[in-house]
């Protein structure tokens, strides 16, 4: 895959609040999509991923849906905390290279 | 015990110089990748190996070189450094090829040219 779009840019929510942010892609045949979190000054790292064969996956406060028939997928966080405030990138994987697209990312500022 | 490493963690230097920057990772994994994060923190994949084999070579200038003596690192080598060549470049490594498997980031190595 190409071409990833990534939104909103920016992001602010109280702390308790849901946060929601989508991603949409162009290559029918990708089939891999992750989602990474890097806090301010450090590395970006792997907070959840989904399969094409899964519509949906939730790991405790995080949680991902997939649309394939509309190439879009969404990362979910439920009653967010300021230590979730970070940039969050998705990512995906096409069915016919090795490389992994990101999206510009979004920055998450949950506010106390 | 650190996963994937990188050296040096910031890097300044002048326009025209020719610098490199060294990764390791001790995980055992077979694929390693270079990827460019710019001001605006987009992070675009440059270069992969696997098994010491390039297998993805992004359109990137040929100034930027990168070479694996062996499966656990992966190094690189830009010649002629150009201030928008300014950015933290990311060293990652994966079990292997396969999607599933998630890519571990080193810490970055910051590189500012003046």
């Known amino acids: 895959g190409e071409n990833v779009e990534q939104h909103p840019s920016t992001l602010s929510v109280q702390e308790g609040d849901s946060a929601v942010i989508k991603c949409t892609y162009s290559d029918s045949a990708s089939n891999y999509f992750p989602w990474y979190k890097q806090e301010l000054g450090k590395r970006p790292q792997l907070i959840i991923d989904?399969?094409?064969?899964?519509g949906e996956k939730k790991d405790q406060r995080i949680a991902v849906t997939l649309n394939k028939t509309a190439k879009h997928f969404s990362l979910h966080i439920t009653e967010t905390q300021p230590e979730d405030s970070a940039v969050y990138f998705c990512?995906?994987?096409?069915?016919?290279?090795?490389?992994?697209?990101f999206g510009k990312g979004t920055l998450l500022t949950v506010n106390p | 015990d650190t996963a994937v490493s990188q050296t040096p963690k910031y890097l300044v230097t002048q326009m025209g110089n020719d610098k490199s920057i060294k990764c390791e990772q001790n995980?055992?994994?077979?694929?390693m990748y270079w990827y460019k994060q710019d001001s605006k923190k987009f992070l675009k994949i440059m270069f992969s190996y696997n098994n010491k084999e390039l297998i993805i070579n992004e359109t990137v200038p040929n100034r930027f070189s990168p070479k694996s003596p062996d499966k656990a690192h992966l190094n690189l080598h830009i010649n002629s450094l150009e201030l928008g060549d300014s950015a933290v470049y990311f060293c990652?490594?994966?079990?292997?090829?396969?999607?599933?498997?998630?890519?571990?980031f080193g810490p970055g190595t910051r590189l500012t040219v003046t």
């Open positions: 990652a490594s994966s079990q292997d090829t396969r999607p599933s498997y998630e890519q571990y």
């Open positions: 990512a995906e994987r096409g069915g016919s290279n090795y490389k992994l697209t």
């Open positions: 989904i399969r094409s064969n899964v």
């Open positions: 995980l055992g994994h077979d694929t």
